[in-house]
């Protein structure tokens, strides 16, 4: 069974810090690009950060470069979004997403994916909510 588990939301006040995890179960997801997508009160899901199979290529929304780093875990099973600087405006439901890494296997130049339907998985979400 292909899991993604989200955790690491909660409340924060303007300025403060989270660190949200993701894991994933039931593929290799070592292989897949990860990323973090993020869906406030009426509002449609908008793309967050991403990181490639390999680590060494990540992505971001403009809206969160230089405040928020995403990185993966020894076990590449596993990504982080660290958050900083939070602010009212990233409340949100954060989920987690992959795909996997063609541009990794076949050794192409990497592709950053941004838009929801490009990923096959997805987690349940983590509710992260920063006071002012």
């Known amino acids: 069974q292909v899991q993604l588990v989200e955790s690491g939301g909660g409340l924060v006040q303007a300025g403060g810090s989270l660190r949200l995890s993701c894991a994933g179960s039931?593929?290799?997801?070592?292989?897949?690009?990860m990323a973090w997508f993020r869906q406030a009160p009426g509002k449609e899901r908008e793309f967050v950060a991403g990181?490639?199979?390999?680590?060494?290529?990540?992505f971001f929304a403009d809206s969160v470069k230089g405040r928020f780093t995403i990185s993966r875990g020894v076990t590449k099973n596993t990504i982080y979004l660290q958050m900083n600087n939070l602010q009212p405006e990233d409340t949100a439901v954060y989920y987690c997403?992959?795909?996997?890494?063609?541009?990794?296997?076949?050794?192409?130049?990497?592709?950053?994916?941004?838009?929801?339907?490009?990923?096959?998985?997805w987690g349940q979400g983590t509710r992260v909510t920063v006071s002012s």
């Open positions: 039931g593929r290799t997801f070592g292989t897949y690009v």
């Open positions: 990181i490639n199979a390999w680590g060494n290529s990540t």
């Open positions: 997403a992959a795909t996997w890494d063609s541009d990794a296997a076949y050794y192409t130049a990497f592709r950053p994916r941004r838009q929801s339907g490009q990923y096959d998985y």
